[in-house]
Every structure is written in structure tokens, then in C-alpha cells.
């Protein structure tokens, strides 16, 4: 199966920062990557699908890339609402599997 | 609006069986696959299972093929998890999730739409 490596575990960062998570495919997925936003407390919320297409009701801060299997969701201008863990997941086919989770804290 | 409505979460003991039910509202649910995704306390999501939007085809995690089955009832709106010979390592939250596009091939889109969850605890 195809292992979804996320990184960093966690950071921290300013409001205003431009922040960046990074996802890494084991294999060729296509564009088949999804990123999630887990508030404390609360279920995951679709952010971007197919890598780069924004889920309707997110903020423009929020955009993804791709460059063969590494994927980016940046966070063009931190805000204190943003605090939360970050997850990518791949649907190329099923198993589909989430990455590790990234903690973005403010600093 | 979407809505999914979990239950049948609880305290169960190692070795027993636990069934889940989602109830699905504001979506036409026949025309959507659904997942279930779990979240062990204090620990990162956990795919699970997929079902087809006619039920004809369905996954499972290799974590629990064998022990558990995703099933779904389009008439009542409603999709289940059987879950046999559950373990502490079980415990966790319980989410349905629908896909973000109709009609797709098992497992080839994410969800865009969770429940709340249900709890599952297994405990002796």
C-alpha cells in the first residue's frame, strides 16, 4: 500500500507567516490528494481535493501544490483561526490513506 | 443541509461485537459513496472502510478486514459497521463521511461532509 509521509509533526508560527506542510506519496497518486483541517475539538473539514481545488467556503489563504508525489497546502498569511491539525489523504484508489497530521500552533 | 448522524457507539468488552449505523439527510444518499474514518483518542485519522453508492463494492482497511463489514441500506438512508472480535486498540471515534462527487468508482474520492461521530470504547 502506498504510505502518505506528512511533515512537519508540528509547528509554530506568528500571525500573518506564511505557513507550509508538506505531504509525500511512496508512489505515483496523480493529483489524488485531499488536506484536511482539524479544529480542537471538532470533525475534519475538507479544505482542497484533487490537490489543488478549493473546497467551497474555504479562504483563499489556504492553496495546494503538487510536484510529482510531494504535496504542499500553504497557509499564505497565518490566522489566529487557523490553529489547528492539518492532515492529507490520498484517494487514487482505496486504501485511502491520511498522513501523519501536522500541529500548527500560533506563536 | 448534509447531515450524518452516527450511533451505536459505547462501552464494550474485548472479544464482542459492536454494530454502528449512520442515517444520512439533505443529499440524495443512493447517489454518494460513503467511508468510515476513525480517530483513536489523542491520536491521527484512521481510514477505514468505502461503499459504492449502490453498495456493490466496498473496502476495507487491512486493519480490520476480516473483522469488520460495511454495509449500507439505500432505502433507509443508512449505512452500517459490523464490528467483530473488537480490541482495546478498537477504541476510538467513529466517523461516516460521504464522497465529494457522485456515482465515483469505490474509494476514488474524498469525503467532504462528517458526522459527529460515536464513540466506541473497548474495555473489560
Known amino acids: 500500500d502506498i504510505q502518505m509521509t506528512q511533515s512537519p509533526a508540528s509547528l509554530s508560527a506568528s500571525v500573518g507567516d506564511r505557513v507550509t506542510i508538506t505531504c509525500r506519496a511512496s508512489q505515483d497518486i496523480g493529483n489524488s490528494l485531499a488536506w484536511f483541517q482539524q479544529k480542537p475539538g471538532r470533525v475534519p473539514n475538507l479544505l482542497i481535493y484533487d490537490a489543488f481545488t478549493l473546497q467551497s467556503g474555504v479562504p483563499s489563504r489556504f492553496s495546494g501544490s503538487a510536484s510529482g508525489t510531494d504535496f504542499t497546502l500553504t497557509i499564505s498569511s497565518l490566522q489566529p483561526e487557523d490553529v489547528a491539525t492539518y492532515y492529507c489523504q490520498k484517494y487514487n484508489n482505496a486504501p485511502l490513506t491520511f498522513g501523519g497530521g501536522t500541529k500548527v500552533e500560533i506563536k | 443541509q448534509v447531515q450524518l448522524v452516527e450511533s451505536g457507539g459505547g462501552v464494550v468488552q474485548p472479544g464482542r461485537s459492536l454494530r454502528l449505523s449512520c442515517v444520512a439527510s439533505g443529499f440524495s444518499f443512493n447517489s454518494y459513496g460513503i467511508h468510515w474514518v476513525r480517530q483513536a483518542p489523542g491520536k491521527g485519522l484512521e481510514w477505514l472502510a468505502v461503499?459504492?453508492?449502490?453498495?456493490?463494492?466496498?473496502y476495507l482497511a487491512d486493519s480490520v478486514r476480516g473483522r469488520f463489514s460495511i454495509s449500507r441500506d439505500n432505502s433507509k438512508n443508512s449505512l452500517y459497521l459490523q464490528m467483530n472480535d473488537l480490541s482495546v486498540a478498537d477504541t476510538a471515534m467513529y466517523y461516516c463521511?460521504?464522497?465529494?462527487?457522485?456515482?465515483?468508482?469505490?474509494?476514488?474520492?474524498?469525503?467532504?461532509?462528517w458526522g459527529q461521530g460515536t464513540l466506541v470504547a473497548v474495555s473489560s
Open positions: 461503499i459504492s453508492y449502490d453498495g456493490s463494492n466496498t
Open positions: 463521511v460521504k464522497e465529494v462527487r457522485k456515482w465515483v468508482i469505490v474509494g476514488a474520492t474524498p469525503g467532504d461532509s
